[in-house]
């Protein structure tokens, strides 16, 4: 190329940049470029499906690119901790962390954030300290509308049962508190017993048959989605006539409410969760403000309301 060629591509160069300059043009800038990680508890089931489909949503509409980890065991806290560091160690990156375990990763999290990461901690049912944001369901009122709608379903009195499969999940913790409180409060209902099961619906199934071939009891109040779905597909297949209450469920298992089955379930906005924390992410990197606690109201829904439009938001997850 000649001496003559030079001059004219490094004229045509300067009036690009001074034509920017004077017109306002952004001109393209690695700097610019941000991403969010979210990292949930397990690549798999409704809730963390319904998590990741509400986050896309928001990356998508906000032009961020955005990266899904999980483990593939969902009590798998070390392989979980890994990811979380390594998420870490990215530049112009936010973190958003569903902790497997609160009280281990808490201090993992602050770390990261006391590195100048933006970490924020979801669907935890605790505020975590050290981040500059928490977001969840408000566990103690799902707690409460289980409560009140076995109140309003049985009367203040009868005998109950409470199933769960995550004995040691703070979510199911703070429901179980919030549920036993109302119940104690508000009523004379007979909790004669909590039953802990693997968490597979047909454990649950398993589990509830023998027990109920040996107790007779009013109402059954299950507190996550897998022993809502054993639950209902038990009262499916035994025939029995008793009221069940139960926390989540969606798209595959919504006959059991259809059906009676299940009579009503208290169900958490998941998908708004997801959302929402991207949304936050994007508007904390780019510098224009971010909340720092925030929980999501839960519905109950039954036959009578499961076709409303709100709640088909709510129940089917937009892929």
């Given amino acids: 190329m000649n001496r003559n060629n030079w001059k004219f591509i490094v004229v045509i160069v300067l009036i690009f940049i001074l ?6 043009v952004d001109l393209p800038s690695s700097n610019d470029e941000s991403s969010v990680t979210l990292i949930v508890k397990s690549k798999y089931g409704s809730k963390w499906e319904m998590i990741s489909a509400g986050a896309q949503a928001a990356a998508n509409e906000y032009g961020t690119e955005l990266s899904i980890l999980a483990p593939d065991y969902e009590r798998d806290f070390v392989a979980q901790k890994s990811l979380v560091e390594s998420a870490g160690s990215m530049t112009n990156n936010a973190v958003i ?3 497997i375990i609160f009280s281990e990763m808490q201090e993992t999290m602050s770390t990261l954030a006391a590195q100048g990461v933006p970490v924020m901690s979801i669907a935890s ?12 369901t408000n566990y103690i009122e799902v707690g409460k509308l289980l409560g009140q709608s076995l109140e309003k379903s049985i009367g203040s009195s009868g005998k109950i049962i409470i199933m769960a499969t995550r004995n040691d999940e703070e979510a199911v913790l703070l429901k ?3 549920l036993s409180t109302y119940i104690e409060e508000k009523t004379t209902i007979d909790i004669v017993d909590i039953l802990y099961t693997p968490n597979d619906p047909l454990s649950v199934e398993r589990v509830l048959e023998d027990y109920l071939k040996e107790e007779e009891i009013n109402g059954i109040v299950a507190l996550d989605d897998v022993s809502t779905i054993g639950v209902g ?9 008793i009221y069940t209450c139960g926390s989540n469920i969606y798209e595959d298992d919504l006959y059991l409410l259809e059906e009676g089955f299940v ?3 208290v169900v958490e906005n998941f998908f708004a969760i997801g959302y929402l924390a991207v949304e936050n992410s ?9 909340f720092s606690h925030k929980l999501i109201s839960a519905y109950v829904i039954s036959k009578d309301n499961m076709y409303d439009e709100d709640i088909q938001k709510i129940i089917f997850p937009i892929k």
Wanted: hydrophobic letters at 35%; glycine letters at 8%.
């Fill in 97 to 99: 962390i569903a902790p």
């Fill in 19 to 24: 034509s920017a300059m004077l017109f306002n």
């Fill in 233 to 241: 597909k038990t009262m499916e297949k035994t025939g029995k006539d």
């Fill in 125 to 136: 049912g605790q505020e975590a300290t050290g981040v500059y944001s928490s977001l969840s």
């Fill in 282 to 290: 994007v508007s904390k990197l780019k510098d224009k403000g971010a």
């Fill in 176 to 178: 179980l508190t919030s």
């Fill in 263 to 265: 009579d009503q379930a």
